[in-house]
């Protein structure tokens, strides 16, 4: 950040006081900035037995599967997100249903909220942001080809909770990267 978006001064980046940690502050209007983790919302939308997951068009992982997911947009729930996130990726309407998978993954100040969702209507498409859709029993899930760890993680659980005949909450940090691609 190298201007104020109030009063276009340029920025420093000091400890303001009170606070514990560098930000963005403009010495001309006294506007601190500060920079928060973004949220992806996502869901983990269910047809009978199998689960909808979108192959990305998009970096980052373009080409990689993943759960339909994507950033919170101001003035919506999380739940909202996820039910945007799937009707824009796999034109997919859901019912988003309980809370699934709350990771946090500090080293790229990111929250992911997975919920459990049902599918409305097994008719999918790829939206623009997905390259492909489809319904996935467990077997038939890419899980060399997915994009994040994250995903994996929120899948994993969602496979052992199905097994056990129980869903519960899983709240956890994620610290590994995804691998290269092709790796």
Not at 89 to 104: K, N
Not at 130 to 157: C, H, K, Q, T, Y
Request: charge should be negative; proline fraction near 8%.
């Amino acid at each position: 950040m190298n201007f104020c978006s109030n009063c276009a001064a340029p920025v420093v980046q000091r400890i303001p006081a009170g606070d514990d940690r560098p930000r963005y502050v403009c010495d001309s209007c006294d506007t601190v900035f500060y920079h928060n983790p973004k949220i992806i919302a996502g869901c983990i939308a269910e047809w009978g037995d199998r689960i909808l997951l979108c192959r990305r068009a998009i970096e980052p992982r373009s080409g990689a599967w993943t759960l339909p997911a994507g950033f919170m947009e101001n003035g919506e729930s999380t739940p909202d997100a996820a039910a945007r996130e799937a009707m824009e990726e796999a034109c997919a309407r859901v019912e988003v249903g309980a809370l699934h998978c709350y990771f946090s993954i500090p080293r790229i100040s990111q929250v992911y909220v997975i919920f459990l969702a049902r599918l409305l209507d097994p008719a999918v498409a790829a939206g623009p942001e997905s390259l492909e859709v489809g319904l996935f029993d467990e077997a038939s899930i890419p899980w060399d080809e997915l994009a994040f760890p994250s995903i994996e993680r929120a899948l994993e659980r969602y496979f052992e909770d199905r097994r056990r005949g129980q869903f519960g909450t899983h709240v956890e940090e994620i610290h590994r990267r995804a691998p290269p691609r092709g790796a």
